[in-house]
């Protein structure tokens, strides 16, 4: 995928080939030399083995000792442990021994969705000066490879922990080293990023199977699936015909030292396709439970756009069932008996006392509100409504959105300011996870007061330190009367509140503020530490 590219195709899945059987100890792919693991948490650590084999876990200090079950699978669970930028080693010894060299201590966050949170370092705005400046050896990155599961989950990922360096960056997810560059610099403790990402994805495909059949919407989701999959054959048979003559186009443009045609078509969704409903989460999610992290970065929405009461429901249900996901997962696994055996039989094992819980508190789960995008009509608003579907989620604990309607790029679905993205799911970290109290949002719509004389006073929370107009005034606000249609407004800022007005709109209803695909003119509310205003609207038309 050629991500540098305004327009460009997503990942086909890659296959997995699951080992019928387990020989020689070896521990889950998301374990290998240069991994970070989570401080102050349990960490369990797990892979495969032969049948029965005995084996030992050594990091740090603890030594911890286990056997694989009849399945070969084994795994051990670490003591929290504290931050640590100092090495070490991780053996894990059975039958063959096998060390893992350069880990960390420190905090693990899974950067996930589609295509925006992929989007590499490389393709960036000022790509060359934050890779040159990109020697940090205490941020850590791992890919996981894109591949899809239907029945079952996979098995394992593919994929390996890279250091941070010029050579290594280009490929890192943006938002997550830009996120991770602030935080590193202001813990001074090393950072993971866990990168789970595929592009052109909905928000279906990252389900926990468990999460879609208790929704409410898992009959219309199958349904449309089913439609998806019968108009398939004839949108697949024009896609192929456009991708051929795209594609000539393209190899004489290359010949001709141009750039490739922008114009590129996307592949439309069916069967093979990652769009179907659960095989991310099956293919790429479930094989790394329960790898200790700190919390989840998400940036999705795009592939959602027109479905907003979907996504209304589904994103909430996402961070749930995630959540719950990975706390039962968590929790360490009950040893089976072995065929045949009977409680007390004579030369039996005294069974083991079972490790303590896990705590099953949530972990944080931080997400980037869609950006502006014109998408062939700057005034619609479905890319509105889905916004508005996203703040959805802020009703659950330890959940934080940063508004990003300012730094997106009107003519691409592929805005290149990640750094700004990173920094503001980086205060929102540094607020809600590890208590700074710096400011971390936008002025957000509280409340609204209908006054005489054809006015509406609107307050706003995050306005303690001021609300700022970025211009000679205010804009991006309408007011609509019984109509219940839209005009621009006049904005005056009054203190911590805006009022509007309209000449033509004599007995105000409603407001909307920055209420739009691609808002012209654009809103320019911010507050005293410099973050936008979130787009808002009071009515529910």
Request: hydrophobic share 45%.
């Amino acid at each position: 995928m050629n991500f540098c590219r305004r327009s460009a195709l997503p990942f086909f899945a890659l296959a997995l080939g699951c080992a019928a059987l387990h020989a020689d100890v070896k521990p889950a792919a998301v374990f290998s030399d240069h991994a970070v693991l989570q401080r102050d948490a349990v960490v369990p650590v797990w892979g495969t083995a032969k049948h029965g084999e005995k084996l030992t876990v050594t990091f740090r200090g603890q030594t911890l000792a286990t056997k694989a079950d009849r399945d070969g699978n084994w795994r051990v669970d670490l003591a929290p442990m504290a931050a640590s930028t100092t090495p070490a080693d991780l053996v894990v010894d059975g039958s063959n021994t096998i060390t893992l060299h350069d880990l960390l201590v420190g905090d693990v966050w899974l950067c996930s969705g589609q295509s925006n949170m992929e989007w590499p370092v490389r393709c960036a705005d000022n790509a060359a000066l934050a890779v040159s400046t990109a020697q940090l050896p205490l941020i850590r990155h791992f890919k996981v490879a894109t591949q899809m599961a239907h029945e079952q989950p996979a098995a394992d990922v593919q994929g390996s922990w890279t250091v941070c360096t010029p050579d290594t960056v280009p490929h890192f997810t943006a938002v997550g080293f830009f996120f991770a560059r602030e935080l590193q610099r202001d813990l001074g403790v090393p950072i993971g990023l866990l990168n789970i990402t595929w592009g052109g994805t909905p928000i279906e495909s990252w389900l926990p199977p468990a999460t879609l059949a208790a929704s409410p919407l898992a009959a219309s989701v199958a349904a449309a699936w089913a439609r998806t999959v019968a108009e398939y054959p004839p949108k697949k048979a024009a896609y192929d015909l456009k991708l051929s003559e795209w594609q000539k186009r393209a190899d004489a443009a290359r010949a001709a030292g141009q750039p490739e045609p922008a114009d590129q078509p996307w592949r439309p969704a069916g069967p093979g396709q990652p769009d179907e409903p659960t095989v991310v989460w099956q293919g790429m999610m479930a094989p790394v439970l329960p790898f200790a992290i700190r919390g989840v970065l998400w940036y999705q929405g795009e592939s959602n756009v027109g479905r907003e009461a979907e996504y209304r429901e589904l994103f909430p249900s996402l961070i749930r069932g995630w959540r719950d996901a990975w706390a039962a997962a968590a929790q360490p696994p009950t040893p089976a008996k072995e065929p045949g055996k009977r409680k007390g039989r004579k030369g039996d094992e005294a069974p083991a006392p079972p490790p303590a819980a896990i705590s099953a508190e949530p972990f944080a789960f931080l997400f980037v509100q869609l950006p502006n995008y014109a998408d062939n009509s700057p005034a619609g608003d479905a890319w509105a409504r889905l916004r508005e579907a996203q703040t959805s989620a802020l009703t659950l604990p330890g959940t934080g959105m940063a508004v990003a309607l300012d730094v997106g790029d009107s003519n691409s679905v592929h805005p290149t300011r990640k750094q700004e993205v990173g920094r503001r799911l980086a205060l929102l970290a540094r607020t809600l996870v590890y208590g700074e109290g710096v400011d971390d949002a936008g002025p957000t719509y509280a409340e609204h007061t209908i006054e005489a004389g054809g006015a509406i006073r609107i307050r706003f929370e995050h306005a303690q330190i001021g609300l700022v107009c970025r211009g000679p005034r205010v804009q991006g606000f309408q007011i609509a009367g019984a109509d219940r249609v839209f005009q621009p407004a006049d904005a005056r800022l009054q203190g911590d509140a805006i009022v509007v007005s309209s000449p033509v709109v004599k007995a105000p209803m409603a407001v909307r503020y920055a209420f739009a695909n691609d808002p012209q003119p654009a809103g320019n509310l911010y507050n005293g530490a410099g973050l936008p205003a979130a787009p808002f609207r009071t009515d529910a038309w």
